[in-house]
């Protein structure tokens, strides 16, 4: 296949962050169903009222922020962070942060050190849960087996992917670069995401993973902004895990980027692209799981004790897009996947993953050894590999969802 990213330079590929929303820490989950039945409603304010207050607890230092692409105004702190002893960085290559990063908070204020950025949660954000104990997780289970899960994936979950995965080997990290949009979301419940995965163990309900890319989620944040966000569970999105900060795992240590932080400016259909790049890997002194973005900014880390087979290693990566189809009128949805636009259509229109890599077990980055590629519905949303010069191995991937052939 002919490809010409690495020519035309009328394209500029820029990595710009600017980073608008932040999120919040939550430890213990109420039990109670928000806006249900009417009888329980004081209980259940109650527990949204009691919720709020663990999640926005006094801070450090308090920043109001214009939000300028919304207009609204949101309230931010900043928290204390207590590193781990011994959490050290197990990749020595891995600097410490050279360049200021332009994030919309800044403006009114920063994190001084030892904290880092949070949103605080509002009554609003819990709401949209289905409960509160709800609030902050993915709704149904979405395990992206490639192989022999599809009836799983279409008939249970709705979630749709477009993957490449790797499989068969110890991995110890992963790594891409992505480029970012804006896809439409056809209604509240369903998302957008493109991330990697790394997983451990076999895709049972003890199945552990380690997310992270971008994402657009309605229910999540309240808006179709495009976010930076991580997810993790230990039990097949069941009991453990959650989004960003909205539960104790991922422990934070960076004070100038934010998880479920906006991200801008965004890739525009046959004009400037723009990407980020997103390293996770295991520290093999500690164990930890580390997450870096872009070159210079590590981000934090999800401890070892956290999983159990990803205590270890991963035993696949994969990486891609991923939404939700929620079919509610008989119809697939229209929501997009990356840019919502197939593989086919190329640099400058469709999405991509380039570059992508694998951490082996002597802490290298590699190019992956046979890597497969899975969708469920090629016509709805496609996925195609290729292999050039700077871009290493690369996918386009994603696509409209409902269209003719995709009804
Ligand atoms: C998100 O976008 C959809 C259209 O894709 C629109 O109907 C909806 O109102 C938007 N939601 C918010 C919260 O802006």
Known sequence: ??????????????????????????TSAGRATVGTSSSSISHQKLEVKKHLKHLNRPAVKSIKLLIILSSKTTQFRCDQVFIQKGALLGRSKISSKSKPITQLWHLTGRCPEGTIPIRRTKKDDILRASSVQQFGKKKHRTIPKPRSAEPDLISQSGHQ????????????????????????????????????????????????????GWQVSPDLYGDNNTRLFTYWTSD?????????????????????????????????????????????????????????FGNDYVLGYWPAFLFSYLSDSASMIEWGGEVVNSQSDGQHTSTQMGSGHFPSEGFGKASYFK?????????????????????????????????????????????????????
């Open 1 to 26: 296949m002919a490809t010409n990213f690495g020519s035309g330079k009328k394209w500029v590929v820029k990595i710009v962050f600017c980073f608008l929303l932040l999120l919040v820490p939550m």
């Open 161 to 212: 992917h477009a993957i490449v995965y790797v499989e068969g080997d110890k991995y110890y990290g992963a790594k891409a670069t992505i480029n970012v949009w804006d896809p439409k979301i056809q209604q509240p419940n369903e998302f957008s995401l493109s991330q990697i995965w790394l997983l451990g163990g076999s895709f049972g309900q003890d199945l552990n993973s380690i997310e992270a």
């Open 236 to 292: 097949a999105y069941q009991a453990t895990g959650c989004y960003n900060l909205l539960c104790t795992g991922f422990i934070q240590i960076n004070n100038e980027i934010a998880m479920g932080a906006s991200i801008h400016p965004l890739s525009g259909y046959g004009d400037s692209q723009y990407d980020i790049s997103i390293l996770v890997w295991k520290d093999p002194k500690e164990g930890n799981w580390w997450m870096q």
């Open 355 to 407: 570059n992508i890599q694998i951490v082996d077990a002597s802490n290298k980055l590699k190019a992956p050894s046979d890597i497969g590629t899975f969708t469920e519905q090629p016509n709805c949303y496609n996925v195609q590999t290729g292999n050039a010069g700077n871009w290493g191995n690369y996918f386009y991937y994603g696509g409209p969802g409902r269209n003719p052939n995709c009804p």
